[in-house]
């Protein structure tokens, strides 16, 4: 199995993809801004308004099929221009557990290196296996708020913040 990330600039012709993808995360129970039932209006609405300058969009294919993506947020206020948030890892239900959300997260941190980003953050629904993959990867746990996001069935989840100090070299 050949995995390759890359950089997608536009997305009108992966919307259709995109789309099935963040609705089988949302289906699948992913804490990730949305619940289910996900409409493809809303996810094509989405997705519409998720690239800028401001925003690297990366994905994972597997034989030209996309299977995952990951964003990398640059931060566009003067004092956090050293900064970027890391948002929406999501890999297809049927690909998990082929560390596709661990190289996502390897080239998204190397693209932050490129953008000079000495610090990238993020945050995930506590107890989420995503918990796991950032403490691996070395990102340190800042804090945690309680009853910050809502699951299908209406239950209150805390939300566990992030940081991972960038070593970049001038």
Known sequence: MNINIKQLIAIEEQMDTLSEILIRVVEDGASIGFLPPLSITNAERYWGNAVGPEVILLIATINDQIVGSVQLHLC???????????????????????????????????????????????????????????????YVQAGRIPNYAKSANGQLHATIYYYKNMDIHD
């Open 76 to 138: 566009t206020k003067e004092n956090g221009s050293h900064r970027a948030e890391i948002a929406k890892l999501m890999t297809h239900p049927n690909y998990r557990r082929r560390g596709i959300a661990r190289l996502l997260m390897i080239e998204a941190e190397e693209r932050a290196k490129q953008e000079r980003k000495s610090i990238l953050v993020l945050d995930t629904r506590e107890g989420d296996p995503s918990n796991l993959l950032y403490t691996s990867l070395g």
